[in-house]
């Protein structure tokens, strides 16, 4: 059984750091493409950052860029999501996805295959 399990949510100030995590199991995904997306109350659930399966293109919205930057080690299983500077209107549900069959990028949520509970970011002003 294939599971996506995020950590490392929690609530830091406004201008503050948070590095969250997303393990994998189940299966390999070192050559498959992951990615970040978040979901505020009452809003549509939204693409951050992507990472190709062996790691070496990313790509991050414009919301987030500069501030943002996903990472993964293939020998771990595991993806990260480093944020800096980070503001209220990041506050969100954070959720980690994966793609079955393919190293490249989507920024869709329809490319993603697999997707983890969440973990919850809230940024206090």
């Known amino acids: 059984q294939v599971r996506l399990v995020e950590s490392g949510g929690g609530l830091v100030q406004d201008g503050g750091s948070l590095r969250i995590s997303c393990a994998a199991s189940?299966?390999?995904?070192?050559?498959?493409?992951m990615g970040w997306f978040r979901q505020a109350p009452g809003k549509e659930r939204e693409f951050v950052a992507a990472i190709t399966g062996s790691g070496g293109r990313t790509y991050v919205s414009d919301s987030v860029k500069g501030r943002f930057a996903i990472s993964r080690d293939n020998a771990k299983n595991t993806m990260y999501l480093q944020m800096i500077s980070l503001k209220p209107e990041d506050t969100a549900v954070y959720y980690c996805?994966?793609?079955?069959?393919?190293?490249?990028?989507?920024?869709?949520?329809?490319?993603?295959?697999?997707w983890g509970q969440g973990t919850q970011v809230t940024v206090n002003s």
């Open positions: 996805a994966a793609r079955a069959t393919t190293w490249d990028i989507s920024l869709t949520r329809d490319g993603y295959d697999y």
């Open positions: 189940g299966r390999t995904f070192s050559n498959k493409a």
